[in-house]
């Protein structure tokens, strides 16, 4: 009961001394200490799979030359943080807010999860926070921006933040850069945003943000970014914009804005990214657009744009980009867009244009050119019709759904750049001109939905590059030529709905990149080549209304093809026609040597004779097959039996070698054993084949791992091999330790009934504990602290009884950890583990090395300095520690000095609570002198 006394008296003294800690440490070597602790935290909070941190060692007295760490050269102190793109996961957690010095954090491009909390911003010297392409996740708490000091950058873009973004964000004055795009914000934006007027770049893109845009947006004088895609916001723009004058980039696409766009605008002659797409813009495209000279790029698809297009736009000279795709647009392109020199990307498609397609377009440099779907009907021969020059700027043509008449022009290819050419839907008529193969480039070509006729050209072998060919819903006749193996790289092949004839080309089967073929809906006959099950991308093969006869091939696709891909074709045959084949080989003669020869075989059938001779070679093949395969059966079946003889003879030979040990008789053969049992009933022979057996393994230790297994009289025991045998002493000291382990015997200790000894092999039997360990009570398993208080303080105390027990038996424990207490079936503690690290003779100095450390139990601080003897205060502090994991339900840290920092600042956090105050308050003043050396 004295040593129960001694040991609460200790661990009050410990929780004295953790509360008092920081305060200490501060007065001690402040700014060392908050900037190595800090950065030491924040690491022990996130995983790190590629060892980025691994300079980060809490031994070192600045973190100045850590990885990713800056300091500054005056104070020392650490002024950024820059850890993106590492893989780092885990929590942001409280280390950072050590750093008081800090200015710039970016963690940038990790894996980092959890919310965010509310005192970060509270670091007065921060300026950039850059938090954007993680996993953060929860709202921004309202106090985040409450004391934003000298906030310049913020970005959270690319997480997964929700909620309101708070109106504190206001008080920010000095923000210039917002960026929370690519998240789940919601709402309506605080009205106080758009008082900013320090603000550069205001980027909300990317979320589910709603409401409109007020008239006070002209306080952002400073405003050259703004990007409020991809959300709800809805509403006019108000003629305020148009003060915003430094605006270079506006996106404002993929909202719900309507109305005009004011004429305010016009005074934004720095703007040079002007995107609206997907919107409800109405009106006519404004003349003043053309003020806009900077104008680079201009995407006002996808509204509801109406009349012409203004000519003032061939005053955008610098117009790179230009996008009306999608809207009601009438009448024809201004000439004076041949102005616009830079101009690359034109769209114009979806519109209900009519005139003539405006000829620069050959020859200005654009390289996409679409006015898919209007209603044009003129000038696709192009200047280039005659010329004979080239026109190789151009990669993407889009001129479907149009109403060109006439004649593909025979000179097309001159466009030698074009990638892409879309002419279906249209009425063109007369051939396929054969200049289609110096398209070298050429990856689509879509001619489907017009009139042509005659053949395929087999120039288009010359098209070498080709992807996709979609020739359908034309009239064109003659066969598939086979030059089309030429296009190795063909995708898709799509000619369905002609009057094509003749065979498909083995040449098909050539190309294997195929993907989609349809032949449907032609005249094509033969039979269909073998070669096809080569094509192993297939994923449609449409030969349905041919008149193709014969056998599907067998194999790779054409098992599974579907019949519709297949039916109206009469003569084809084979499974998925549901129709089988007539035979077109003589059937197996020697199944039956008494047919009469007036079958319909007979041509192809041998006299008797010949058949009795073909008889017996096939009957010897058959035989000798059979008797090879006999041979092999046999063969394997004696390898089997052998090798399972063996491994059963040397499982024999390990049982038997233990069974021989139950003499204990100490013996010197090497090759065997000692085994004792304290009880002395060694009836041990039947578990040992537990160890070999992962099934049977209970847990794994700083000492080694720990089997299941019975003895003979049905007992169950837990037998503990040591992995540190290399350390083990000689077995005089082994035994004599040993021994004495064996004799101390507690209800609250888990007893040791024997050991085993070898040379390479020590193996301790302990008595079984059925209900798993504290640890796992604590932190494992679904529910999180199962235990009640009452058990709780039962655990405490039986604890404290098997200590004090050990203590009077002058062995110290060394590994006070919650996994080594374990819980029998009736709730009471048991503790395992105890003195084993006396077998260690080495201990002194791999106790040191962290390895072993954290595999050791709870240690004190002073138990790290070499020359401290170690003494039973070893486990009193490691008790100590337990029960703040009991209480608190907190996982400890693995290194002491952490886990010494995290109670700390747990403690501190929790101070407040009236239980902490009233524990703590007494005997503080005697410890802290003594306390001092252990200072970091
Ligand atoms: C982040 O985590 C996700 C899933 O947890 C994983 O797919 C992804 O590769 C990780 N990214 C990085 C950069 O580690
Ligand atoms: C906002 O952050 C994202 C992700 O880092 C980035 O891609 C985007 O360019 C940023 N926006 C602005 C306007 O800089
Ligand atoms: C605006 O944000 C969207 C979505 O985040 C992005 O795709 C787009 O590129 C941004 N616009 C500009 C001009 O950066
Ligand atoms: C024009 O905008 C539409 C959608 O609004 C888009 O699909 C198309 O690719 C754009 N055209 C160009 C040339 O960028
Ligand atoms: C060609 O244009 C038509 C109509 O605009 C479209 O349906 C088709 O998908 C386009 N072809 C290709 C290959 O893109
Ligand atoms: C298809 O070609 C055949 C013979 O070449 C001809 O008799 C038939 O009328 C053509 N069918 C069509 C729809 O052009």
Not at 424 to 429: G, W
Not at 569 to 589: Q, R
Not at 640 to 648: C, D
């Amino acid at each position: 009961m004295g040593a129960m006394l001694k040991m609460k008296a200790s661990v009050f003294s410990l929780l004295t001394f953790l509360v008092l800690a920081p305060a200490l440490t501060r007065s001690l070597n402040p700014s060392l200490n908050d900037d190595v602790l800090g950065l030491i935290v924040f690491k022990a909070d996130i995983q790190d799979p590629n060892g980025k941190l691994s300079s980060w060692s809490e031994d070192d007295d600045t973190p100045c030359n850590w990885f990713g760490v800056k300091c500054s050269p005056r104070s020392n102190r650490v002024i950024e943080l820059t850890l993106n793109g590492l893989s780092l996961t885990g929590r942001i957690g409280r280390g950072l807010l050590q750093l008081q010095f800090l200015r710039k954090l970016s963690l940038s491009s990790n894996n980092l999860t959890g919310s965010i909390s509310p005192n970060l911003a509270k670091l007065q010297n921060l300026r950039v926070i850059d938090l954007s392409g993680n996993s953060l996740s929860g709202s921004i708490p309202d106090e985040f921006f409450k004391q934003c000091g000298s906030l310049r950058v913020i970005s959270l873009a690319k997480n997964r933040f929700s909620g309101k973004i708070p109106s504190s964000l206001s008080l920010c004055s000095t923000l210039a850069t917002i960026n929370l795009s690519s998240n789940r914000f919601s709402s309506p934006l605080p009205l106080g945003i758009w008082g900013l007027s320090a603000l550069r770049t205001l980027d909300l893109s990317d979320n589910l943000l709603e409401g409109e845009i007020p008239k006070g947006v002209e306080s952002l004088k400073n405003l050259r970014v703004i990007n409020l895609s991809k959300n709800m916001f809805s509403g006019s723009i108000p003629d305020g914009i148009g003060s915003c004058s430094l605006l270079r980039t506006i996106d404002f696409s993929e909202n719900s804005f309507s109305g005009n766009l004011p004429e305010t605008m016009q005074k934004l002659s720095l703007c040079n990214f002007m995107n609206l797409r997907k919107n409800l813009f109405s009106g006519e495209v404004p003349k003043w657009i053309g003020e806009l000279e900077s104008l680079e790029t201009l995407d006002l698809s996808g509204n509801k744009f109406s009349g012409a297009v203004p000519i003032s736009i061939g005053n955008l000279q610098r117009l790179k980009v230009l996008n009306f795709s999608a809207n009601r647009l009438t009448g024809s392109l201004p000439d004076s867009m041949a102005n616009c020199m830079n101009l690359v990307a034109l769209d114009f498609s979806q519109n209900s244009m009519n005139g003539d397609l405006p000829q620069w377009i050959f020859s200005s440099g654009l390289n996409k050119v679409s006015f898919a779907e209007n209603k044009i009907r003129e000038g696709m021969n192009g200047p280039f019709a005659s010329s004979g020059s080239s026109f190789e700027s151009l990669q993407f043509l889009d001129l479907s759904h149009n109403e060109f008449s006439g004649e593909t022009p025979a000179t097309i290819g001159a466009l030698s750049g074009l990638q892409l050419l879309n002419l279906s839907r249209n009425s063109l008529v007369g051939p396929i001109p054969v200049a289609i193969g110096d398209l070298k480039a050429l990856n689509v070509l879509d001619l489907s939905e017009n009139w042509l006729n005659g053949s395929i050209p087999p120039e288009i072998g010359g098209a070498y590059s080709l992807k996709e060919l979609r020739l359908e819903r034309n009239f064109l006749a003659g066969k598939i030529p086979t030059s089309i193996e030429n296009c190795s790289s063909l995708v898709s092949l799509i000619l369905s709905k002609n009057n094509l004839t003749g065979p498909i080309p083995i040449a098909i089967a050539k190309l294997t990149n195929l993907q989609n073929v349809d032949l449907s809906f032609n005249s094509l006959t033969g039979g269909l080549p073998k070669q096809l099950v080569n094509l192993v991308h297939l994923s449609s093969f449409n030969i349905s209304h041919n008149h193709l006869q014969g056998e599907l091939p067998a194999g790779g696709f054409f098992n599974t093809i579907s019949p519709s891909s297949v039916l109206g074709n009469p003569s084809l045959c084979g499974s998925a026609v549901n129709k089988s084949c007539p035979a077109v080989l003589p059937k197996p003669i020697v199944l039956n040597p008494n047919s009469s020869s007036d079958s319909t075989t007979s041509s192809v059938a041998p006299n008797p004779r010949h058949k009795r001779i073909i008889l017996s070679i096939s009957a010897i093949i058959a035989i000798g097959a059979a008797a090879v395969i006999v041979i092999g059966v046999i063969a394997i079946t004696v390898l089997n039996l052998r090798v399972r003889s063996s491994t059963s003879r040397s499982a024999a030979a390990l049982t038997l070698s233990a069974g021989d040990d139950f003499s204990r008789s100490p013996t010197t053969d090497a090759n065997s054993g000692k085994l004792v049992m304290f009880s002395g009933d060694p009836d041990f022979s039947t578990g040992t084949h537990a160890l070999l057996n992962k099934d049977c393994e209970l847990g794994r230790g700083g000492f080694g791992a720990v089997y299941r297994t019975v003895l003979r009289d049905g007992r169950p025991v837990a037998i503990k091999k040591l992995t540190v045998s290399s350390l083990v002493k000689s077995q005089e000291d082994f035994e004599r330790e040993v021994k004495k382990l064996g004799k101390v015997r507690h209800p609250n200790l888990v007893t040791l009934e024997g050991y085993y000894w070898t040379q390479s092999l020590q193996l301790l039997i302990y008595e079984f504990v059925s209900g798993g360990s504290l640890h796992k009570h604590l932190h494992e398993g679904s529910g999180g602290n199962f235990l009640s208080w009452n058990e709780r303080f039962n655990v405490i105390q039986g604890t404290a009884k098997s200590l004090a027990h050990l203590h009077q038996s002058n062995i110290i424990h060394y590994n006070i950890k919650s996994s080594n207490v374990l819980i029998d079936g009736s709730g009471e503690p048991k503790v395992g583990d105890y003195g084993l690290a006396r077998l260690l003779p080495m201990l002194d100095r791999y106790v040191l090395s962290s390895k072993i450390q954290s595999a050791l139990g709870y240690m004190a601080p002073e138990f790290a300095c070499r020359t401290v003897k170690i003494t039973d205060k070893c486990d009193v502090y490691g008790f100590g520690v337990l029960v703040l994991e009991v209480v608190t339900g907190k996982r400890p840290l693995s290194t002491w000095k952490m886990m010494w920092w995290f109670s700390v600042t747990w403690l501190e956090e929790h101070w407040k609570k009236a239980e902490w105050r009233n524990v703590s308050m007494r005997s503080c003043k005697g410890s802290s002198r003594q306390r001092r050396r252990f200072q970091l």
